[in-house]
T-cell receptor, first 118, second 112 residues
Framework: DVKVTQSSRYLVKRTGEKVFLECVQD?????MFWYRQDPGLGLRLIYF???????EKGDIPEGYSVSREKKERFSLILESASTNQTSMYLC?????????????????FGNGTRLTVT | SQQGEEDPQALSIQEGENATMNCSYK?????LQWYRQNSGRGLVHLIL?????REKHSGRLRVTLDTSKKSSSLLITASRAADTASYFC????????????FGGGTRVLVKP
């Protein structure tokens, strides 16, 4: 079974701090994704990566950056945390789809990191 | 607004009953996927149906897709308490770089 591991289940940070959320997958998947989940808004894509050192913006990239130095690891960085970034963050990985964007492949999710910014 | 919208937002049924939830979307898609999320956990993939398929089964799950109406349904038969979860549809719109877009989910409560 694919295992996607997020380094923290719960995280509390202060406004203005730089925050790193780490995600590791063990199935050699090319694609990795970061979503945030908020009540009533569903999951929204922040960034995704379909190869090492490659990244593409999702629907809500503002205030975030990502790093993918190794195939198995995808990091989400909040450059200067703000209270409106309080949310559940979900990492996922998948095999590539026909166009390399993973759209035909199921996503495998981690258990999420609940981030609170005070 | 979201590409996929689930209906109803919440559903409460007795164990043994069937649960049906619907997903509507706006634009042409390559495929539609259903996911389950238990409280406080990540999403788990349930089933993927391609745009040229009309129905798909997996155990107690039955998914239909009507591309003319831009809608899909997920049926859980003979529900169990363990089916209590939120269910999400996710679409891969052809016009959005084929990224998956998730709806807001249906919360299902199965009472023992």
């Amino acid at each position: 079974d694919v295992k996607v591991t997020q380094s923290s289940r719960y995280l509390v940070k202060r406004t203005g701090e730089k925050v790193f959320l780490e995600c590791v997958q063990d199935m050699d998947h090319e694609n990795m994704f970061w979503y945030r989940q908020d009540p009533g808004l569903g999951l929204r894509l922040i960034y995704f990566s379909y190869d090492v050192k490659m990244k593409e913006k999702g629907d809500i990239p503002e205030g975030y950056s990502v790093s993918r130095e190794k195939k198995e690891r995808f990091s989400l960085i909040l450059e200067s945390a703000s209270t409106n970034q309080t949310s559940m963050y979900l990492c996922a990985s998948s095999l590539p789809g026909q166009s390399g964007a993973g759209y035909n492949s199921p996503l495998h999710f981690g258990n999420g990191t609940r981030l609170t910014v005070t | 607004s979201q590409q996929g919208e689930e209906d109803p937002q919440a559903l409460s049924i007795q164990e043994g009953e069937n649960a049906t939830m619907n997903c509507s979307y706006k634009t042409s898609i390559n495929n539609l996927q259903w996911y389950r999320q238990n409280s406080g956990r990540g999403l788990v993939h349930l089933i993927l149906i391609r745009s040229n398929e009309r129905e798909k089964h997996s155990g107690r799950l039955r998914v239909t897709l009507d591309t003319s109406k831009k809608s899909s349904s997920l049926l859980i038969t003979a529900s169990r308490a363990a089916d209590t979860a939120s269910y999400f549809c996710a679409t891969a719109p052809k016009a959005a770089g084929n990224k998956l877009t998730f709806g807001g989910g249906t919360r299902v409560l199965v009472k023992p």
